[in-house]
């Protein structure tokens, strides 16, 4: 079993910048794919970016150029470096992890997942 707890969302001006953070239990993290799903209200969940274990990732094109996924396995913990952001980035957003294989980009394929925090972007 693995729990996801997310922080570092807020308010910030268009063009700012943000670090979400998602501390994961476990000894296993290291060997966890992991994502960052986000949701604005009244639209489904959506991938933003993922890392898997060995350290590669994959961008959404909405976000690409501008977040940047990263994870510490010594404190199993995943990061979203998000800059040059955009009202339309607000949303609440999901870490999850270890997606069934091959569905990195489905939400439903993902085992495990976060509470959520709110990042609200203000024009």
């Known amino acids: 079993q693995v729990q996801l707890v997310e922080s570092g969302g807020g308010l910030v001006q268009a063009g700012g910048s943000l670090r979400l953070s998602c501390a994961a239990s476990g000894r296993t993290f290291s060997s966890y794919t992991m994502g960052w799903f986000r949701q604005a209200p009244g639209k489904e969940r959506e991938f933003a970016a993922a890392?898997?274990?060995?350290?590669?990732?994959n961008y959404a094109d909405s976000v690409k150029g501008r977040f940047t996924i990263s994870r510490d396995n010594a404190k199993n913990t995943v990061y979203l470096q998000m800059n040059s952001l955009k009202p339309e980035d607000t949303a609440v957003y999901y870490c999850a992890a270890d997606p069934v294989s091959g569905k990195l980009y489905t939400a439903g394929s993902y085992h495990y997942w976060g509470q959520g925090t709110q990042v609200t972007v203000s024009s």
């Open positions: 890392i898997w274990w060995s350290g590669n990732t």
